[in-house]
């Protein structure tokens, strides 16, 4: 068996602090990740993530590779099993937050506004400051994308293009396509092809139009 790292013993901790707070909101828990259902079947996910270790010798350099070795960050993730069958597959019977398409870290949707790691340290004064962004940061975000409609309606606003894995217009588009909303999934799909410069990527919108049976898109 494994002997675990002190980062990930203490992070470990941390966990079981916060563990009573997540299920009080609804989540389930395997390992370091946190699932809930909502009423529209869509799966919200809250992920710890211990930064990996860096070998001997390894350089860091200021802005492109840094040392994260011994600190953790915290992912959230809406999953939707639509989006994910027309993409890299469906998740199993618990989503890990990679597979979701809208995906954002706790820092993001902070006061800094940015990507944050904390030392992995069992300290109460940071179980305490981790359970306060959730409630004031972490939980309203997941919320804001409970539902389809919520999805289409938030990722179609022009400042919210770009959250998560997954281009916005092809989460909407695929939502949009299983209801019968053919023509507006069809002209996200044109939009998305046309305005990317990849062009394997314009041939795979191509390809996923074809699929979901909104029709050609065109050359």
Known sequence: ???????????????????????????????????????????????????????????????????????????????????????????????????????????????????????????????ADLGERLDRDGFPFLERFATRDAIVAELSSVERQGIGSTPSRITCAIILAKRGRHAEARDLLRAQADETLNPHHAEYVRQLAERLGVGSLGS
């Open 1 to 127: 068996m494994a002997t675990r790292s002190e980062p990930a013993r203490q992070l470990d901790e941390v966990l079981a602090e916060l563990r009573p707070t997540l299920k009080q909101h609804g989540f389930r828990v395997r390992a370091r990740a946190f699932n809930r259902t909502t009423s529209d079947g869509l799966t919200q996910v809250v992920q710890f993530q211990l930064g990996s270790f860096q070998p001997p010798g390894t350089q860091e350099v200021p802005g492109l590779r840094a040392n994260l070795y011994g600190l953790f960050t915290v992912n959230l993730g809406v999953y939707v099993p639509e989006v994910a069958r027309s993409g890299a597959g469906e998740a199993g019977s618990f989503v890990p937050e990679y597979c979701c398409c809208i995906r954002t870290r706790l820092g993001y949707v902070g006061p800094e506004n940015e990507d944050v790691w904390w030392e992995a340290r069992a300290d109460q004064s940071l179980v």
